[in-house]
């Protein structure tokens, strides 16, 4: 879709694959982030792209967290309004991953650490290789969590493990991150793209509209109180209530026949 350097994207049946490819463990630096970031607004763009999965080139890792040497360089330089800017960066690009009204799974395949657990929690469900290791390490390297790892992490899981796996930096197995909520499902390690494509599938079946109204009152609503929460889904479903495949799903429902969609 573009001359990226680390990104590669791919639009099948409605599915887009995004695919982090900055050998050998898909660290994230600038380039990486920005050209993740113009490809997150290309797909969101595409009308072919109901579906995003977003995964890691190889087999190494989903994205094995920042660039260090980048990292290093950015601190010894004490720019503070860069390394701003660089958080800034990395936050905004995930809060647009997490507000997609297209559903956005991450298909993880080996090391999801640092930044990269941050993006895989920015999607709105995980699919996980059973080799998987997933963590926040960053207290080991005198830093915290700076693209939401503290924040969804504690959302997603319960608070008191999320401290605890922010203060120690201990890496999580598939199976413990499955136990512990912050997956949807652990499969064979050459089974993930497979399982992901397969659940979105699922979903590019469904019109597009519901789910997307589906979606902005799940994001927006979980971060507040019940009542307000309440209020943006009934304005979600209230705004239903005019289209065509609300009509549409509800006499195929009638006719015992499948529903078909037109997105609108």
């Known amino acids: 879709m573009s001359d990226w350097q680390y990104i590669r994207t791919e ?21 990486v982030v920005t050209e993740l970031s113009e490809a997150v607004d290309a ?13 890691g080139g190889g087999s190494n890792a989903f994205v094995a967290g920042a660039d260090i040497p980048e990292i290093k360089a950015l601190i010894e330089s004490s720019n503070a309004d860069e390394a701003r800017a660089f958080l800034e960066r990395g936050q905004g690009t995930f809060l ?12 993880i395949n080996g ?19 059973d080799r998987a290791r997933m963590g926040q390490p960053e207290i080991n390297l005198g830093l915290i969590p700076g693209w939401g790892g503290t924040q969804r992490l504690a959302r997603l899981i319960d608070k008191g493990k999320a401290i605890e796996l922010i203060l120690t930096g201990d890496m999580l197995t598939a199976q413990d ?16 793209i ?3 494509r397969g659940l979105a599938r699922k979903i590019a079946s469904k019109s597009k509209v519901p789910v997307a109204a589906a979606l902005k009152a799940v994001v927006e609503g979980v971060n507040t109180d019940i009542e307000t929460g309440l209020s943006i889904e009934l304005e979600q479903f209230v705004a239903l209530a005019g289209t065509e495949d609300i009509h549409e799903g509800v006499n195929a429902f009638l006719e015992k026949r499948q529903p ?3 997105d609108r």
């Open 11 to 31: 639009i099948e049946d409605q599915i887009a694959v995004l695919t982090i490819d900055h050998p050998p463990v898909n660290s994230f630096n600038k380039q």
């Open 43 to 55: 797909l969101l763009a595409d009308d072919a792209a109901k579906v995003i999965i977003i995964t």
């Open 96 to 107: 647009k991953i997490e507000r997609s009204p297209k559903p956005v799974i991450a298909a």
């Open 111 to 129: 090391f999801c650490l640092g930044g990269g657990l941050e993006l895989a929690m920015s999607c709105h469900m995980r699919i996980c290789s």
């Open 177 to 192: 991150a499955y136990r512990l909520g912050l997956v949807n499902k652990v499969v064979p390690d050459n089974a993930v």
């Open 194 to 196: 497979k399982e992901a």
């Open 260 to 262: 078909q969609f037109k």
